[in-house]
């Protein structure tokens, strides 16, 4: 994707897609010579090869795979087999070196199971000064494939180092590419064929660290724990004590409240903004039951390693069930903080996260359709995204506005608010927003910021992730790290006599860049609205708890 054109250049040859027919693969049953297509993924089309279908969360993954030239045949070897003769220009010689210094590799998939393979190599590698650097192109792929009965079980290929053309100078190269294949039988069964992708994941030296993050996350969630119980919470009950004395009609007079008592009648004043507060309660609720959903389908087997798409597929479905719970809690919350229009904040509560989402992604189909990606999604894939949200997301939505509204609560408060707000004293720079973001930010990222490198190799390398019961764990420990810093933070702010805790306990190559930045601010986006939401019930217990434990005039 990152070097389309070069990909292009290459796997014309070394893909060699053409026309062939033969058994699709579907029930994964075989017998003797039968033709087994093997689909290069990823990668443009030459001389229009037969396409293979790809299911919704494939297409939403860019996968395109096409048919190539190998003939794969199962149970077939081949010692060495001719595929194709290249005549490479200097200019396509030139950006071959390219591809080789960046490493580059093709991925295809044979029988469902991926495979991978560099295009070439560079000796002697010095990225300052590359004068000395010889420049080789692989023009030879040997394939190992087992197989049980008559199923495939596993698939290996192994670049020949002795067969190389070396591409350091400027000049036209012809290469004939060729290949082999031996086959072999094993043990293994099918069902247990995709354990060994899972493998790389569950290596001691791997295991070692992801246990090391659990560590340090329930470190934290303990010393966070140990810090609400034996500070925060002897600060409050000598709060507590301090105001349910008895004390005499006279002494009551003169008695002069302080902290976060004296703002007892304006802490349940409703905030400012309230259909966008409302919206993001509803988002994040939407999100947070996504998230919980998503991990239970993880946690049964059903996204094991390499089946392409199902995860994005699962998110697109389950986002569309679930935007009922968005419209019961943003309209629920709304009618109860008193707003008088309800249908609007539906229709806000709709659009707060596909909005930016849609915007983010005609710009990044834009740029993928300029730079002839293969994550540029079909026009059809599109129409069926829109079909969906219009038939589907869109009345479930209102469906659950309209079940809020007709189940309208009081929202209840253990403190009469006063009708003229208290003025909110001058507080120093480090209680300002932009300083409280930032501490309360880190320690959610602490707990969370291993496996987070692990989750990035995975997007965006070409890792594979299969831990979700260790990711399950620290998803949980985010959201009690979440719910006690928000808490901490907002005990501080009614001490400091600021009376504005609703939002306040809410967490706040061009083609590459702009796919990481953009799909990353769009992931960070929903982690806001989840984990704002999070925050802000975290808060509102402990508020009402607070407020309800004191006698307020």
């Known amino acids: 994707m990152v070097l389309r054109e070069i990909g292009l250049l290459v796997l014309l040859c ?199 993050s659990i560590i340090n996350s329930c470190l934290t969630v303990l010393l966070l724990t140990g810090f609400l119980a034996s500070i925060l919470m002897r600060v409050l009950k000598n709060d507590f004590l301090k105001y349910s004395l008895e004390l005499d009609e006279e002494s009551t007079n003169d008695l002069e409240e302080t902290g976060w008592k004296y703002i007892h009648g304006d802490v349940f004043r409703f905030p400012k903004h309230k259909a966008l507060f409302c919206a993001i309660l509803g988002s994040g609720s939407q999100l947070l039951v996504l998230a919980m959903f998503i991990f239970l389908l993880a946690l049964v087997g059903t996204f094991y390693p390499y089946n392409r798409g199902a995860l994005f597929s699962a998110l697109v479905i389950i986002y569309a069930l679930t935007s009922g719970i968005a419209g019961y809690t943003s309209t629920s919350t709304y009618l109860q903080l008193e707003g008088n229009n309800w249908v609007r904040n539906v229709l806000l509560t709709g659009c707060l996260f596909i909005g930016p989402l849609f915007v983010t992604f005609c710009f990044l189909n834009t740029v993928a359709i300029i730079y002839s990606a293969t994550v540029a999604l079909p026009f059809g894939t599109i129409l069926v995204i829109l079909l969906l949200w219009t038939l589907v997301t869109a009345p479930l939505l209102l469906l659950g506005g309209v079940v809020a509204k007709n189940r309208n609560k009081v929202f209840q408060v253990p403190c009469r608010t006063t009708k003229y707000p208290r003025d909110v004293p001058t507080l120093p720079w480090y209680r300002g927003i932009m300083p409280q973001m930032a501490m309360a930010g880190f320690l959610p990222f602490t707990a969370i910021y291993v496996e987070l490198y692990y989750i990035f190799e995975s997007v965006w390398g070409h890792r594979i992730y299969t831990v979700y019961s260790i990711l399950f764990i620290v998803f949980i420990i985010l959201i009690i790290v979440t719910a006690f810093v928000t808490v901490a933070t907002t005990y501080f702010q009614l001490a400091a006599e600021d009376h504005r805790w609703w939002w306040r306990s809410e967490m706040y190559g061009f083609l590459q860049s702009s796919f990481f930045f953009g799909y990353m601010a769009c992931i960070c986006y929903g982690f806001f609205l989840m984990l704002g939401t999070v925050g802000f019930g975290a808060s509102l217990l402990f508020v009402r708890h607070m407020y309800s434990s004191i006698k307020c005039e």
């Open 14 to 212: 070394v893909v060699g897609c053409c026309v062939r027919v033969g058994a699709t693969g579907s029930d994964h049953v075989y017998t003797e010579k039968e033709h087994i297509p093997l689909y290069a993924n990823k990668i443009g089309p030459y001389n229009n090869p037969r396409e293979k279908r790809e299911d919704f969360g494939e297409v939403l993954n860019g996968d395109r795979l096409v048919d190539s030239q190998y003939e794969l045949s199962f149970r077939v070897d081949k010692p060495n087999e001719k595929l194709c003769k290249k005549k490479l220009t200097r200019e396509e010689v030139a950006r071959l070196r390219e591809a080789a210094l960046k490493e580059y590799y093709f991925q295809m998939y044979y029988d469902d199971l991926p495979l991978w393979a560099f295009i070439g190599k560079v000796e002697g590698e010095n990225n300052v000064d590359r004068s000395n650097n010889k420049y080789f192109i692989y023009k030879h792929i040997h394939f190992d494939v087992a197989y049980n009965n008559n199923r495939v079980i596993e698939i290996n290929t192994k670049m020949e180092p002795d067969q190389m053309i070396d591409i350091t100078d400027d000049k036209e190269v012809e290469i004939e590419f060729s290949y082999s294949v031996k086959w072999k039988e094993t043990e293994i069964t099918f069902d247990n064929r995709m354990e060994r992708y899972a493998r790389s994941s569950s290596l001691p030296q791997h295991l070692e660290v992801h246990w090391f």
